[in-house]
């Protein structure tokens, strides 16, 4: 166990190295890349779709034959009881089965495995597309929120600058509450720095858990994400391409594959079974070939029930299509009305809100250099100024948000 002395240094060692990792710059294109490389959901996906193409392509093949072999009428009691050659009826016998499955049957079969291998490719865009969608999220959330931590690090900065200078002004027969007035507003200003940099740890922490890649530092434009898109009419007529949409059209083609399935179960199988058997010396050997053959008496209990049984999963399936169908349009309208309200309220605050207020700190700091405002007073149009800037910031970060919802309800192919 460590000592705490050594305990200590073991803390400031991994301090040091964590600090000293230079930081991965990263577009938002290689950050797609990545987290699709990263994604085990999209790995398991893939190897699920492997797995049922296999199992139809096995299940078009006829079972494997069986090896038979033993001995028959052996004797269980009188004088040859246990005696393998003293009973004339008594051999060994070997043969062979083969079953036959219908190949109608066995194309059907393949057919649903095929079917379900459709559905989990569709499940894999769906996947995909969700995955683009919290990595650009992610990203964009960790380039602004870098942008928001800069530029409330200058403020602070000059901010605290001109405080030392005040200090120095108490010291010499200066003010001591004013001083300590203009020093709770820049504590006032270091909690929103604070804040912007939790916001920063929060993103580098999500966008980590997706691309596997620690210490990320942002590089590239930012997407065009102050409009839409593509117009809102042209989204909604996309709307049947979304994956969760297609994936729920695969769905229903595999409920059809399965009723064409079960449609032909009533079909025999035959079962053909060759057999040789050896006698003891001076008794002929025999030879037979048998012949099994499904007989189903009972269809209408039992094959056809199951056929019914996957027609109403059929009308299920097209239900459940019909309804996500209507969920994904009443979804796409909600997000393209809340992406249309962030915008306005970003608009608002970048094209009006902060011209205002930077007219405002200018007139402040004219007036401080003439003598007729005080620090005070400069301090806290910077203030405000700061607390407009990270306004700004966060009307822009969920702009941004939305923007990529409905950018990556589609997967899109990246460009490297």
């Not at 000293?20 to 990545?34: S, V």
Request: hydrophobic share 45%.
């Amino acid at each position: 166990m460590l000592k705490p002395c050594s305990l200590r240094a073991w803390l400031a060692l991994m301090l040091f190295i964590s600090t000293a990792t230079p930081a991965a710059q990263m577009t938002l294109d290689e950050a797609l890349t990545l987290a699709e490389h990263y994604s085990a959901d999209l790995s398991a996906n893939l190897h699920q779709r492997q797995a049922l193409e296999n199992q139809a392509d096995s299940a078009m093949q006829l079972p494997d034959p069986k090896l038979k072999f033993g001995i028959d009428n052996l004797p269980v009691d009188g004088n040859n009881a246990r005696r393998f050659t003293r009973e004339n009826m008594t051999m060994q016998r070997i043969g062979l089965m083969q079953e036959y499955v219908s190949s109608t049957k066995r194309e059907r079969k393949a057919d649903a495995f095929r079917a379900q291998a459709a559905a989990t490719a569709a499940g894999y865009q769906n996947l995909r597309a969700g995955l683009q969608r919290d990595t650009a999220q992610a990203w964009l959330e960790l380039a602004l929120a870098q942008k928001a931590v800069t530029a409330a690090q200058n403020v602070v900065a000059e901010s605290e600058r001109q405080i030392a200078v005040q200090r120095a002004a108490v010291a010499g027969g200066g003010s001591a509450s004013a001083v300590l007035e203009r020093r709770l507003v820049v504590i006032d200003m270091r909690d929103a720095l604070t804040d912007t940099q939790r916001d920063v740890a929060v993103a580098q922490a999500r966008l980590t858990q997706l691309t596997g890649v620690t210490r990320i530092q942002t590089e590239g434009h930012l997407p065009h994400f102050e409009r839409l898109p593509a117009d809102p009419t042209v989204l909604t007529q996309g709307i049947t391409q979304h994956p969760e949409i297609v994936q729920a059209r695969r769905e229903a083609q595999v409920s059809q594959a399965r009723a064409a399935q079960s449609a032909v179960a009533a079909i025999p199988d035959v079962g053909i079974d060759v057999y040789y058997g050896k006698r003891d010396a001076g008794r002929d050997d025999v030879a037979g070939i048998m012949f099994t053959v499904d007989l189903p008496l009972f269809q209408s209990q039992r094959q056809d029930k199951d056929h019914s049984a996957d027609r109403a999963r059929i009308f299920e399936a097209n239900d459940r299509l019909a309804l996500t169908v209507r969920d994904h349009t009443a979804q796409l309208d909600t997000l393209v009305a809340q992406y249309q309200a962030a915008q306005t309220r970003w608009l608002r605050q970048k094209d009006e809100v902060l011209p205002l207020q930077t007219q405002r700190l200018q007139l402040t700091q004219a007036q401080y250099r003439s003598g007729s405002a005080t620090l005070t007073e400069l301090l806290a149009a910077r203030r405000a100024l700061l607390a407009s800037e990270l306004n700004e910031n966060r009307a822009a970060r969920e702009v941004a948000q939305n923007w990529a919802a409905i950018q990556y309800l589609i997967p899109q192919e990246k460009t490297l």
